[in-house]
């Protein structure tokens, strides 16, 4: 279900299953139900395959809802998180343990098998203890062979933790029992009478109870490791695979197969892919989700505003109308207008269309950003419904940090600025850059949003575009549908504030653990900027000579710093090196720390920059020390 976090008044998505259908699986709901329930089809294994974050959780969730809602045929339904079992160590059991507790617990069809299902779980400890036999191999078997099988299996038998003798005795009745029950027998005929007879116990239990279908639903198997997805699969196969039930398996078929060529290698000389065909002898019914097309995300985006905000009955009024429409079956986009008008329309059952705290305002100015900017998002998020719960509570986390410390912001920018973040982090940091040296306003986006806005015009009204320009990622196709989002002039806008909210995706993290304040940052990527000319930047290490020590030898360990993460900046370097007798020493050791065979023509061309003395001093080290051809030293 999602469930809300509250925190100030806003509220935000849970990484979980929806409560309400705003994926329009309701079809795909209908369909499993009438088939898992169907007499002629059982037993049955339906493998419901999508992929991460596609809504798998969701439709289970819907499935059950529409089972458990059945008014013509007594159903018992069962959910399973196959998570819950990945530190057992035998999920097999662990599995079939879960699904017997859960029919005890249901007292409506399963109250006269009690003490039948008490009895089988018995069974399943025994078996457990079977596997834990195999597991842990001869030194286990002669333990128990020779009468004392509690070290191995309890940790140590010491008899001082018992009451009294009777309870030593029971125990050690119990250890004569494991052992007649899983030694004496040949191991491969204890296993196969241990399945005969659970399934005998559980088929009776199931008619006992005279349900028409029990359907068991397993969420979350593909986050287990592969180890334990293979056992759960073997447990349904052999155990649990009986009249009357129905299994549905919520599945990332990409990890499964992954687990099964992992447990089971292909042979080189058969030609039969062995992941195939075990997933078709589990599974009888492959469901595939297919991923979200751009305007199903679209939709998802805005009726998640709309569940935000609007009280639960009007919401469910909203998607009542949008479905009456057809929206969902046609495949169209929900207009934010829409929503607004269908909201307009009708009423709520306590007279409270919003949820408290929220107002219309407020509703109709987030509709309105999200449907401008939905779009774009939708493109970006690559058809899956988790990447837009976490895209949205990213921004309402920022919203509302802009709140808690009084900052105003225009939300359509916060909007587009991570629609960018999501789209291409490199040309958001560039973005960043550009801003950050001119005072929070990034100029040089200018020149690139007149050149997209203005495609439109005839050759001799558009503004002239370089071939490196029309080779800059900023003229990507995606990009440019991005520039032309409202607001079109973010290189008019203010951005500092906005970054501030971003500093995590766009921090230095190297800069920041030198200590330096914003302006010396400033500095250093205006030096090491190599987008702004070298007139400008040789300006700007002239300038070093007239600040005070401690404020430059910081900056000069920026620089460095910038050094060691992109050789690029070896330019910079050698500028300050020229320029600064006193950290002349400094420099050379820095230059002296390429790899063996890394160092290129460019760079020594580069070092031929410096004094005589100094080149020779780094070719005799790169030639003795590190091996690095003579010849390639004497180029020029």
Same mark, same amino acid.
Request: charged share 30%; net charge negative; glycine share 4%.
């Given at each position: ?244 039930? &129905? ?9 499964? #197969? ?177 801003? $950050? ?93 190599? #987008? ?74 580069? $070092? ?5 003395? &100094? ?22």
């Amino acid at each position: 279900m999602v469930e809300y976090i509250k925190n100030g008044g806003n509220q935000m998505w849970a990484d979980d299953a929806s409560k309400i259908d705003m994926l329009a699986y309701e079809p795909y709901a209908n369909l499993i139900c009438e088939i898992a329930t169907s007499e002629r089809m059982n037993p049955l294994t339906i493998g419901l395959f999508g992929n991460w974050g596609s809504g798998k959780s969701t439709l289970l969730h819907l499935i059950e809802q529409n089972t458990m809602n059945s008014t013509e045929k007594r159903i018992a339904v069962v959910t399973v998180n196959a998570w819950m079992f990945e530190g057992y160590d035998d999920a097999k059991t662990a599995l079939m343990e879960a699904i017997l507790q859960s029919l005890q617990e249901n007292q409506t069809f399963f109250k006269e098998s009690t003490d039948k299902i008490k009895n089988l779980i018995k069974r399943v400890d025994w078996i457990r203890v079977g596997s834990t036999a195999l597991k842990k191999g001869i030194p286990l078997s002669l333990s128990l062979l020779a009468g004392n099988p509690l070290p191995m299996l309890l940790g140590g038998f010491n008899p001082e933790n018992f009451d009294s003798e009777k309870e030593i005795g029971q125990h050690l009745d119990k250890a004569s029992q494991m052992k007649k029950d899983y030694i004496n027998a040949p191991q491969q005929e204890n296993i196969i009478e241990n399945v005969r007879k659970f399934r005998e116990d559980f088929v009776n239990i199931i008619r006992t109870s005279k349900i028409d279908n029990l359907i068991i639903m397993i969420d979350d198997l593909d986050r287990c490791n592969p180890d334990r997805i293979i056992e759960t699969l073997e447990a349904i196969k052999l155990f649990l695979a009986v009249e009357k039930t &129905t299994f549905v398996i919520a599945m990332d078929e990409n990890i499964i #197969t992954y687990s099964i060529k992992r447990k089971y290698p292909q042979l080189d000389d058969v030609d039969i892919d062995v992941s195939t065909d075990y997933i078709e002898k589990i599974v009888q019914l492959p469901i595939r989700i297919a991923e979200l097309a751009e305007t199903d995300i679209k939709n998802y985006m805005l009726l998640l505003i709309s569940e935000m905000y609007l009280s639960e009955d009007v919401l469910n009024q909203l998607i009542n109308k949008l479905r009456e429409k057809g929206i969902f079956v046609k495949g169209e986009i929900i207009s934010g207008k829409e929503i607004v008008e269908i909201i307009n329309g009708v009423t709520s059952a306590n007279g409270n269309k919003y949820k408290q705290g929220y107002s219309q305002t407020d509703f109709e100015e987030q509709i309105q950003i999200f449907n401008s900017i939905g779009s774009v998002i939708a493109a970006t998020l690559k058809g899956n419904p988790r990447q837009t719960k976490r895209f949205l509570n990213t921004f309402y986390i920022r919203k509302r940090l802009a709140e808690i410390q009084r900052i105003e912001l225009n939300l359509s920018v916060l909007a587009k600025l991570m629609v960018l973040e999501y789209t291409d982090r490199d040309l958001f940091r560039e973005l960043y850059q550009w801003q $950050f040296e001119n005072d929070g306003i990034p100029k040089p986006l200018s020149d690139i949003e007149n050149q997209v806005l203005n495609e439109g015009l005839n050759d001799e009204e558009k503004p002239k575009t370089s071939q490196e320009q029309k080779n800059s990622a900023w003229f990507g196709d995606k990009i440019k549908r991005w520039i032309g989002v409202e607001p079109t002039n973010l290189s008019e806008v203010d951005l500092s504030q906005y970054f501030y909210l971003a500093r995590d995706s766009v921090s230095d993290k190297k800069l920041f653990s030198i200590n330096l304040n914003q302006e010396e940052r400033k500095i250093i990527n205006q030096i090491c900027n190599p #987008t702004v000319s070298e007139i400008i930047r040789k300006k700007k290490i002239e300038e070093l000579k007239e600040m005070d020590e401690v404020t430059r030898n910081e900056i000069i360990k920026g620089i460095i710093s910038k050094y060691n993460q992109d050789k690029n900046h070896l330019w910079v370097l050698i500028e300050l090196y020229k320029m600064f007798q006193q950290y002349k020493p400094k420099i050379l050791e820095e230059l002296k720390k390429y790899k063996r065979g890394s160092i290129t023509p460019n760079e020594i061309l580069l $070092f031929k920059q410096m004094d005589k003395e &100094t080149f020779d001093k780094l070719k005799d080290y790169y030639i003795n020390e590190k091996n690095s051809s003579k010849k390639l030293w004497e180029i020029g």
